[in-house]
């Protein structure tokens, strides 16, 4: 059942990174207005699915690798629906789709079926934990797409390439803003993220720090983040130095949440006990 | 019926400024221009345009020749001085698909002195709404502006006439929106007082701008400019230390050497937090060192590049107008034959095969089933009786369509048939 509705939401998802890419080309009202409307199509059957599941097991889908791949991707569909609701940025949506149809199509191909869940996770620590990791990194993830326009635009104005300039983008200035507003709210999502993390750790394995690689690697992107955002409220860090920054860090992220668990095995990966 | 749409009017390509001023009707008295237009004999329906680039009549009436005459005489009295017939040369008439193409151009900004300029669009919906106000739109006009109105939009969305900047000022402007969200908090330093640094920063004050700062070698000349445009006059010497609070920065002077070094700029971005700055270089010699484009948050522009961005603008509008033109063409089609279905007989025939269709169908339907065990007699009886019907239901609204004492009504009559009885042409 929830597997059926994922391939549906991946459908839509796909549907959606067509309508986003048609509207960078051709920018036409009616392309602005679909996409989201693909995407929160695609919302709300992933929203159903993760929904079956936690009602068929009593457990969110986040215990396993491809699960959690797909759970980012909601989250990051949720994050832009909200951005594009206050600020109507469509744009944004031609980077956050396909991430997100490639992200749930990966979902299928990693892992087998589900296993049943250690005692240790069967607890409330799991979904307030994983959802707030996740919407942090998902805040990210919006971060990572207005600086890769910022630096799409950044680029076209500097080297006066202004036919391929597209009149959409929206200004240098809103996307710098966005930019910070992002890292202000991403970063204490992530900080929750790793406090709670290390409660539920303490209670679970007695500790609060286990030199796990995961908590080693969040705790590294955390310090990155908090530099970057202190640098953009202190220091000069705004513009293009602050794009590039987040661009990089993202990157990093994805990186070791996607090939991280493979190369340094840890309790997060499945090897829980 | 008054299906002949005529339109009678001069715009900036016919007529001079004094003549458009002269002709120019009041916004204040338009109500009583109006009634003066309506009662003139031949017109049934119209509508009175004017702008500082154009004036129009519109109207709708059943006879074209004295309609012609009427508005042109109309037009006249704006300016007796003139004389009878001192107007004819600047006067164009257009009838027909003309007219039509005419005022539909006029809505999407085709034919307007800058094309594609947004204004336009507005002003004939408010000297429509007057019209309307004053009782003046019927039927025929009604369609026509709302059409006008639906190519207008579907021109500014579907093509890119109207985000195209053309000239190098514009082009400036188009630019520092890339760079800035909004420019009514934004300050310009306008360094030097040449003719092109003058026209880009009224352009940027037109679009929002409200600080400005000017400097000029001379300080009188500055204190002058400053006044014109209502900004702050700085020293020569000391507009370096002022360089931090400017967002943009227009250089225009004729200084042989270059005015502002890459350091120096540095310098002045770091103060500012890495907050943007556009520099623009417009003067007849280089004022600004092109290096500085090569600093971080820090965009310079020449006049060479602003010029190059415009004549890009330009040959793509060129192809935009023509899309432009192409979507004008389809509703001229679209209208004229709405126009043409606006037939009193042809209504009538339509409304007459629609009923009867009915009733045959109702008919034969019940004929073979629950009244199949009629005779032939009754068969007959029952024809006989369903035709009349439809006879005297139609009686009275044909006599009534036939006799419209006031020519004006039947279009409105006739569209409001074809409209409830759907009898949309095939």
């Given amino acids: 059942m929830d597997i059926m509705l994922l391939k549906i939401t991946a459908v839509f998802y796909l549907l959606g990174t067509g309508s986003f890419i048609l509207y960078m080309v051709l920018p036409r009202e009616f392309f602005s207005r679909l996409s ?69 199509l990966a979902a299928f191909a990693f892992g087998a079926g589900s296993k049943d869940l250690p005692a240790g996770l069967k607890t409330y620590w799991l979904p307030i934990h994983v959802t707030l990791a996740f919407l942090g990194n998902a805040v990210f993830a919006l971060a990572f797409a207005v600086s890769l326009v ?85 220091g000069d860090w705004g513009g293009k130095k602050a794009a590039v920054l987040t661009i990089f860090g993202f990157v990093v992220v994805l990186s070791y949440f996607l090939w991280g668990d493979s190369i340094f095995p840890s309790r997060h990966a499945g090897r829980f006990e | 019926m008054h299906k002949e749409i005529l339109i009678v009017g001069l715009n900036h390509r016919t007529a001079p ?25 031949s017109v049934k329906e119209g ?109 500014r969305t579907e093509t890119g006439i109207a985000s195209r900047a053309v000239s190098v000022s514009s082009v400036a402007v188009e630019l520092a929106k890339r760079i800035f969200d909004r420019l009514e908090d934004k300050t310009v330093m306008l360094i030097g007082a040449g003719k092109m640094g003058d026209l880009v920063a009224r352009h940027l004050q037109r679009s929002g701008v409200s600080s400005l700062m ?69 003067g007849d010699r280089r004022n600004f060192d092109p290096a500085i484009n090569e600093i971080n948050n820090v965009y310079l522009y020449n006049i060479d590049d602003l010029e190059a961005v415009a004549k890009e603008n330009l040959r793509e509008r060129t192809g935009e107008v023509q899309k432009a033109e192409e979507m004008v063409e389809e509703e001229v089609a679209g209208f004229l034959r709405w126009l043409a279905s606006l037939e009193q007989v042809p209504t009538i025939v339509a409304l007459r095969r629609k009923l009867e269709e ?46 419209q004492p006031d020519d004006r009504d039947e279009a409105l009559y006739i569209e409001a048939l074809k409209r409830l009885f759907d009898l949309e042409e095939k």
């Fill in chain 2, 358 to 403: 009915i009733r045959r169908g109702e008919l034969e339907k019940s004929l073979s089933t629950n009244l199949k065990g009629l005779s032939e007699k009754e068969r007959e009886a029952l024809e006989d009786m369903t035709s009349a019907m439809i006879g005297k239901i139609l009686h009275a609204p044909i006599t009534r369509l036939k006799k």
């Fill in chain 1, 36 to 104: 989201p409307l693909l995407l929160l199509g695609g919302f709300l059957v992933h929203s159903s699915a993760l929904g079956v599941h936690f009602f068929h097991s009593g457990y969110p889908a986040v215990t396993q690798f491809r699960e959690a791949l797909s759970f980012y991707s909601w989250a990051m569909v949720a994050v832009y629906l909200l951005v594009q609701l206050k600020y109507r940025l469509t744009v944004l949506g031609s980077f956050i789709a396909p991430l997100a149809f490639l992200m749930s």
């Fill in chain 1, 150 to 234: 910022y630096l799409l635009q950044e680029y076209q104005l500097k080297k006066k390439k202004l036919k391929i300039l597209r009149e959409h983008f929206p200004s240098l200035e809103t996307l710098d803003r966005l930019n910070y507003v992002f890292l202000v709210w991403g970063f204490p999502l992530m900080t929750l993220g790793i406090i709670t993390g290390s409660m539920w750790a303490a209670i679970q394995w007695g500790n609060y720090w286990s030199w796990e690689p995961r908590q080693i690697s969040s705790t590294i992107t955390w310090l990155f983040y908090g530099v970057l955002l202190h640098g953009r409220i202190t």
């Fill in chain 2, 17 to 41: 400024v004094e003549v458009r001023e002269k002709v120019a009707f009041d916004a204040s008295l338009l109500g009583g221009d109006l009634k003066r237009l309506l009662s003139l004999p």
């Fill in chain 2, 214 to 282: 000017v400097t000029n070698r001379t300080f009188e000349r500055a204190v002058q400019l400053a006044a014109e445009f209502r900004g702050n006059p700085i020293r020569f010497e000391d507009y370096p230390r002022y360089l931090k609070l400017a967002d943009l920065v227009v250089g225009c002077t004729g200084s042989p050497e270059m005015l502002l070094r890459p350091e120096t700029v540095a310098e002045v971005i770091r103060e500012r937090k890495q907050r943007a700055m556009f520099f623009i270089d417009i």
């Fill in chain 2, 47 to 155: 509508v009175i345009l004017s702008t500082c680039n154009r004036v129009e009549v519109i109207a709708a009436s059943s006879d074209l020749p004295a309609t012609s005459q009427e508005v042109k005489d109309f037009l006249m009295e704006q300016e007796p001085a003139a004389g009878h017939g001192g107007l004819d040369d600047h006067l164009y008439t257009y009838s027909g698909d003309m007219a039509v193409r005419h005022i539909f151009r006029v809505a999407a900004s085709l034919d307007s002195m800058v094309v594609g300029e947004p204004q336009i669009l507005g002003q004939i919906k408010d000297y429509y709404l007057a019209a309307q106000e004053a009782g003046a739109v019927g039927t025929i006009l009604h369609r026509l502006f709302h059409r006008a109105f639906s190519v207008a939009k579907r021109v």
